[in-house]
């Protein structure tokens, strides 16, 4: 968690992914993914996803339970290497 927020750029789909997506050689497909790119961003900004940090949280090993890990409060830092 972090005291104050942090301000992030607004999630978007990276932009090198969309200009690969030109060099595909299946153009019906390429509007497809663009569409549905377009509808990932609408979501992300629908459900209130916000350019305001107030904690980070990273798992490299996919081994977090996310299922339940939001049932207590886990304030704090944990660093596993």
Avoid at 56 to 64: E, N, Q, R, S, Y
Wanted: aromatic residues 8%.
């Amino acid at each position: 968690m972090v005291d104050e927020p942090v301000e992030r750029k607004r999630f978007e789909i990276p932009k090198d992914f969309q200009d690969h997506l030109e060099s595909l050689q299946d153009k019906k497909a390429v509007e497809v993914i663009k569409e549905l790119c377009k509808r990932v961003e609408e979501l992300a900004e629908g459900l209130g996803i916000s350019e305001q940090c107030t904690a980070f949280i990273t798992d490299g090993d996919l081994a977090v339970p996310w299922r339940d890990y939001w049932t207590e409060d886990r304030r704090g830092t944990k660093l596993v290497s």
